[in-house]
């Protein structure tokens, strides 16, 4: 049974960087067609995609958080991190890696970790 566990800080500042990592168990995140995603919901809105690291390492972002965006993996570690930089008041979120068996599919939810903005 895949297991995905978010870790980082709670809280940041803005104008700072946020970094999350996704700590991956009972699956290799190099294998066949296994996707890792970052998604997050804000306050009273529905899940957005953040953005995904593929089993090859290639990664997309949403158009929105392209430029403040950075997935990476470490496959030593079985881990993948989410960096977001220049966080503003709009980040606030949960936020959740997730596991997929394609591009576009969900199948795995890590329980999420809470984010806030603020000085």
């Known amino acids: 049974q895949v297991q995905l566990q978010e870790s980082g800080p709670g809280l940041v500042k803005p104008s700072q960087t946020l970094s999350l990592t996704c700590i991956v168990s009972?699956?290799?995140?190099?294998?066949?067609?296994?996707?890792y995603h970052w998604l997050r919901q804000p306050p009273g809105k529905g899940p957005e995609w953040v953005g995904v690291?593929?089993?090859?390492?290639?990664?997309s972002y949403t158009p929105s958080l392209k430029s403040r965006t950075s997935i990476s993996r470490d496959t030593s570690k079985n881990q993948f991190t989410l960096q977001l930089v220049s966080v503003t008041p709009e980040d606030p979120a949960v936020y959740y890696c997730?596991?997929?068996?394609?591009?576009?599919?969900?199948?795995?939810w890590g329980q999420g970790t809470q984010v806030t903005v603020s000085s």
């Open positions: 997730v596991k997929g068996s394609n591009p576009y599919s969900y199948d795995f």
């Open positions: 690291i593929t089993y090859l390492g290639y990664t």
């Open positions: 009972g699956d290799s995140i190099a294998a066949n067609d296994n996707y």
